[in-house]
């Protein structure tokens, strides 16, 4: 691969093959007259991928001896790719038509912005939310959880119960949110020189969150634009959500309040256990009229609150890496 590329882009893989492999070729369909390369970092599967991908002319595989975890492999490629704009693309996405190049071409228009995100769709062509402000704590009380649905059905243009969120109407038009969903991540070089790459003490979750507070920490616009659009497969999935999975998911908001707002991370903690309290009442008492995925929820809820207090115990005594430079800050 010479350098005369424009774009790098960098999947990461753990036992998806088939996924994965369906992602690389929507890549090569869509992305003629576009120099290119994929950098696919495998860690460590063991369905068969690395066979299959070392035989993949269209890849660069780097294989990793363990699962390094989602934040430290996309760094691995990183440091490896030689475009000038990078993109970190979920493996479970399919490109669509020429959205890379419109998405390549909006972020190259626009000399403030440092990171684009682009639509994001469900298999069935329904819109996923993908683009969001920075959580404040009454997010964590309503935002998100079963309640803020109802909300929204009576106030659907309720800025002070959804402050931290888009709806579906704001999806439509260009916007300038606090930071986007990391299954579609184009970033210029100069933005992740400035800022610094993935924080690898997210293993999963929140380091996209993390990675746009830093980036707009160091004075880029982070920007959506629904002109181009991708099929995002893990979006519109109902099924019970593995324990492993819910317990990053809390640990990285605690992370990522310890990080940046450790004044606040107390607080926080006291409201998400009361929103899980909250949700699963209202789920539980739903259960007589609702189907399997409100039965799904409620089990994932109840998980949540049976390990909550271990698991923030263990975010709370794990040993920081970095934190955002002195004297620094973003609006919340």
């Known amino acids: 691969m010479g350098y005369n590329v424009d774009l790098s882009i960098v999947i990461v893989n753990w036992n998806a093959h088939e996924v994965t492999a369906a992602c690389v070729d929507s890549i090569a369909r869509n992305l003629e007259g576009l120099e290119y390369e994929i950098i696919l970092v495998d860690n460590a599967s063991s369905d068969g991928s690395v066979e299959c991908f070392r035989k993949d ?144 003490d997210y293993f999963m979750y929140r380091e996209d969150m993390d990675w746009c507070y830093r980036i707009r920490l160091a004075g880029w616009e982070i920007a959506y634009s629904p002109a181009p659009a991708i099929v995002h497969l893990g979006g519109g999935s109902s099924r019970a959500v593995p324990e492993a999975t819910l317990r990053r998911e809390l640990a990285s908001v605690v992370l990522y309040f310890r990080k940046h707002h450790p004044d606040k991370v107390r607080a926080m903690i006291l409201v998400r256990y009361a929103s899980f309290l909250i949700e699963f009442i209202v789920r539980v008492v739903m259960l007589p009229f609702s189907g399997l995925h409100n039965r799904e929820q409620c089990r994932n809820v109840e998980r949540r609150l049976l390990f909550f207090k271990e698991e923030i115990r263990h975010a709370m005594q794990l040993q920081l890496s970095s934190v955002p430079r002195a004297g620094s800050s973003v609006s919340e």
């Open 57 to 200: 002319s269209r890849v660069r595989l780097i294989e990793n001896d363990s699962n390094l975890g989602f934040a430290k492999a996309n760094n691995i490629g990183l440091r490896l790719a030689v475009g000038q704009v990078l993109l970190l693309l979920n493996n479970d996405t399919v490109i669509l038509d020429d959205s890379i190049q419109r998405s390549l071409e909006y972020l190259q228009s626009r000399p403030t912005v440092g990171m684009m995100g682009c639509k994001l769709l469900n298999t069935d062509g329904t819109l996923q939310r993908s683009c969001s402000r920075f959580p404040r704590i009454l997010t964590f009380l309503i935002g998100g959880q079963v309640v803020a649905r109802i909300v929204e059905r009576l106030r659907p243009h309720s800025e002070f119960l959804f402050s931290s969120a888009y709806l579906n109407g704001d999806h439509l038009r260009e916007l300038r949110p606090d930071w986007i969903m990391g299954a579609f991540m184009m970033v210029k070089r100069e933005a992740i020189e400035a800022a610094g790459m993935l924080d690898e």
